[in-house]
């Protein structure tokens, strides 16, 4: 099982000619909402990928907190630790031009309430082979959750999106780091473009990373000087947005599949797998409803 503590947000999305510059209004075009978080969207990533999968997280009193709520079940997950708390759902506000520019704000809502994690959160908690996380929500719960994973010998994957620097307290908690190449930066607090470079300053943090590398695909490193690197499946990209979802949620499902182990042995299928699922994401427009499911994922693993 794949337990995720993390973000549900609901993405408020229009096209626009061009964006709008301070003070101006212009014109847009379609509008559409779009369930999303990386919390929520890495835990459909996981469900559509195969796994038994449940979401601890907030939605607010709100009509998104319902909209959110009910994705995640038609998902077929474990919303038993996804509370409802006072005040609005976390939103994102996202205008995209026609170059596919784009500006977003984002509004925590009731992610930012998920605070502390309760006695029903710990049993959940326990049932995970992996616990996966990410930083949308109060670095509070994210530590909570870590440390009641490393209690129980439960692997603690950890994506650091949006990217920040990560007390010691936390990072000392992780096992699998997933990074792209600029959360790589900013975590390893290095200033280079150099995969192997960032590699390095992050193995000296955690036990194991996995760096992805958009449509290079994907790096392992770990501290017994083990490097992996893949390379994505060649596809014609139409959307990449969420694809770094759909490849931290199906690493994580490798990971459960194989108890929670990622080796210098199993690095090499589990990042390719994961990549396949990051790459059939690309290949659809759309970011949450473009979360590849598992025969997808397998389809383009075998190409
Ligand atoms: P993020 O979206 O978080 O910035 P990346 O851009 O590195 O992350 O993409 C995550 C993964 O998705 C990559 O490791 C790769 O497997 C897959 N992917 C992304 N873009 C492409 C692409 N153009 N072609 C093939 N695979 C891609």
Same mark, same amino acid.
């Given at each position: 099982?794949?337990?995720?503590?993390?973000?549900?947000?609901?993405? #408020?999305?229009? /096209?626009?000619?061009?964006?709008?510059?301070?003070?101006?209004?212009?014109?847009?075009?379609?509008?559409?909402?779009?369930?999303?978080?990386?919390?929520?969207?890495?835990?459909? %990533?996981?469900?559509?990928?195969?796994?038994?999968?449940?979401?601890?997280?907030?939605?607010? /009193?709100?009509?998104?907190?319902?909209?959110?709520?009910?994705?995640?079940?038609?998902?077929?997950?474990?919303?038993? !630790?996804?509370? /409802?708390?006072?005040?609005?759902? !976390?939103?994102?506000?996202?205008?995209?031009?026609?170059?596919?520019?784009?500006?977003?704000?984002?509004?925590?809502?009731?992610?930012?309430? #998920?605070? +502390?994690?309760?006695?029903?959160?710990?049993?959940?908690?326990? @049932? @995970?082979?992996?616990?996966?996380?990410?930083?949308?929500?109060?670095?509070?719960?994210? +530590?909570?959750? %870590?440390?009641? %994973? &490393?209690?129980?010998?439960?692997?603690?994957? #950890?994506?650091?999106?949006?990217? &920040?620097? =990560?007390?010691?307290?936390? =990072?000392?908690?992780?096992?699998?780091?997933?990074?792209?190449?600029?959360?790589?930066?900013?975590?390893?607090?290095?200033? /280079?473009?150099?995969?192997?470079? =960032?590699?390095?300053?992050?193995?000296?943090?955690?036990?194991?990373?996995?760096?992805?590398?958009?449509?290079? !695909?994907?790096?392992?490193?770990? &501290?017994?000087?083990? &490097?992996?690197?893949?390379?994505?499946?060649?596809?014609?990209?139409?959307?990449? +947005?969420? %694809?770094?979802?759909?490849?931290?949620?199906? =690493?994580?499902?490798?990971?459960?599949?194989?108890?929670?182990?990622?080796?210098?042995?199993?690095?090499?299928?589990?990042?390719?797998?994961?990549?396949?699922?990051?790459?059939?994401?690309?290949?659809?427009?759309?970011?949450?409803?473009?979360?590849?499911?598992?025969?997808?994922?397998?389809?383009?693993?075998?190409?």
């Amino acid at each position: 099982r794949v337990v995720v503590v993390g973000s549900a947000n609901l993405d #408020l999305v229009v /096209t626009t000619p061009q964006l709008p510059r301070p003070g101006e209004t212009v014109l847009g075009g379609d509008f559409r909402t779009v369930p999303g978080g990386k919390g929520a969207n890495q835990a459909v %990533a996981a469900a559509r990928a195969g796994a038994d999968c449940a979401f601890v997280g907030a939605v607010g /009193t709100d009509d998104f907190g319902m909209l959110l709520s009910d994705n995640l079940i038609a998902a077929g997950i474990d919303v038993r !630790g996804l509370r /409802t708390v006072d005040g609005p759902s !976390g939103v994102a506000l996202i205008a995209v031009d026609g170059a596919a520019e784009n500006f977003i704000v984002v509004a925590p809502g009731a992610n930012a309430a #998920l605070t +502390t994690l309760d006695a029903a959160d710990r049993t959940a908690v326990a @049932a @995970a082979d992996v616990l996966l996380l990410q930083l949308e929500v109060p670095l509070a719960a994210v +530590t909570q959750a %870590a440390e009641w %994973a &490393r209690a129980d010998g439960t692997t603690v994957v #950890l994506n650091a999106a949006p990217a &920040r620097p =990560l007390p010691a307290e936390l =990072l000392d908690l992780v096992d699998v780091l997933v990074v792209n190449e600029h959360e790589a930066a900013v975590v390893g607090g290095v200033f /280079t473009e150099e995969p192997g470079a =960032l590699l390095d300053a992050l193995v000296t943090l955690v036990p194991r990373v996995v760096l992805t590398l958009g449509a290079r !695909g994907a790096a392992y490193a770990d &501290r017994d000087d083990v &490097r992996v690197e893949v390379p994505a499946p060649k596809i014609d990209a139409v959307d990449t +947005t969420a %694809a770094g979802d759909a490849f931290t949620g199906a =690493l994580a499902v490798a990971l459960a599949e194989r108890g929670g182990a990622l080796t210098a042995d199993t690095a090499p299928a589990v990042l390719r797998w994961a990549c396949a699922a990051g790459a059939a994401c690309a290949q659809r427009p759309g970011a949450s409803t473009a979360l590849p499911r598992r025969a997808a994922i397998d389809a383009l693993y075998a190409a």
